[in-house]
């Protein structure tokens, strides 16, 4: 059973940091593209980054290029998504999304998911 489950969301002031983490099981991790997805109360999903290999990341929200990066450990299991100098228009929840094929390649378009994690909620306020 494929599982994909989200942490590491909090309340942080302006200028701060937290790392995502999205805990996998039920499939080879390095297999598979991770995307990081967020969504804000009243707005679309949008595409942040994904993640093919350790040496293939793709980066799909201009507002956050230079500021949140993502990684995978593939020992662990988990992807990574770094959030540095964070603003308050970052308060959304935060998703982790796998693609369905190993041949899959990284995109920004949510409807090429197929398997959600339930989200995690990041508040940024001071």
């Known amino acids: 059973q494929v599982q994909l489950v989200e942490s590491g969301g909090g309340l942080v002031q302006p200028g701060g940091s937290l790392r995502l983490s999205c805990a996998t099981s039920?499939?080879?991790?390095?297999?598979?593209?991770i995307g990081w997805f967020r969504q804000a109360p009243g707005k679309e999903r949008e595409g942040l980054a994904c993640i093919k290999d350790s040496f293939s990341t793709s980066d799909y929200l201009d507002s956050v290029k230079g500021r949140f990066t993502i990684s995978r450990d593939n020992a662990k299991n988990t992807v990574y998504l770094q959030m540095n100098s964070l603003r308050t228009e970052d308060t959304a929840t935060y998703y982790c999304?796998?693609?369905?094929?190993?041949?899959?390649?990284?995109?920004?378009?949510?409807?090429?998911?197929?398997?959600w994690g339930r989200g995690t909620q990041v508040t940024v306020s001071s």
């Open positions: 999304a796998r693609l369905l094929s190993t041949y899959s390649l990284c995109s920004g378009d949510r409807r090429l998911y197929t398997y």
């Open positions: 039920g499939f080879t991790l390095e297999s598979y593209a």
